[in-house]
């Protein structure tokens, strides 16, 4: 049985930083599209960011570039979200997401609905 487990998440200053881990069981997710999502009350779920080794590449959604940073670590099979400069507005739970990994058009793992695998998700509460 496949499962993401997120861990982390806390209350922190606006300004301040948090790591978030998301441990992954059940198969190996080298070669999948690894990301992170997060949902607000009252709000869809956005992509935050994610990638795959195989592609090299790390896609982030414009309000956290430069402050977010996705990282992973396959022997351990986890990835990491390290999350700096943080804002009231990055509150939201924050989950974890795994999608098969098809190279092409990458913009298709910004949706929801590629994912076959999620997390419980971890709250992630920026206090102004």
């Known amino acids: 049985q496949v499962h993401l487990v997120e861990s982390g998440g806390g209350l922190v200053q606006a300004g301040g930083s948090l790591r978030l881990s998301c441990a992954a069981s059940g198969r190996t997710f080298s070669s999948y599209f690894m990301a992170w999502f997060r949902q607000a009350p009252g709000k869809e779920r956005e992509f935050v960011g994610g990638?795959?080794?195989?592609?090299?590449?790390?896609y982030y959604t414009d309000s956290v570039k430069g402050r977010f940073t996705i990282s992973r670590d396959d022997a351990k099979n986890t990835v990491y979200l390290q999350m700096n400069s943080l804002k009231p507005e990055d509150t939201a739970t924050y989950y974890c997401?795994?999608?098969?990994?098809?190279?092409?058009?990458?913009?298709?793992?910004?949706?929801?609905?590629?994912?076959?695998?999620w997390g419980q998700g971890t709250q992630v509460t920026v206090s102004s």
């Open positions: 990638g795959t080794r195989s592609s090299g590449n790390t």
């Open positions: 997401a795994a999608a098969p990994w098809r190279s092409g058009y990458s913009g298709r793992y910004y949706y929801t609905r590629p994912y076959d695998y």
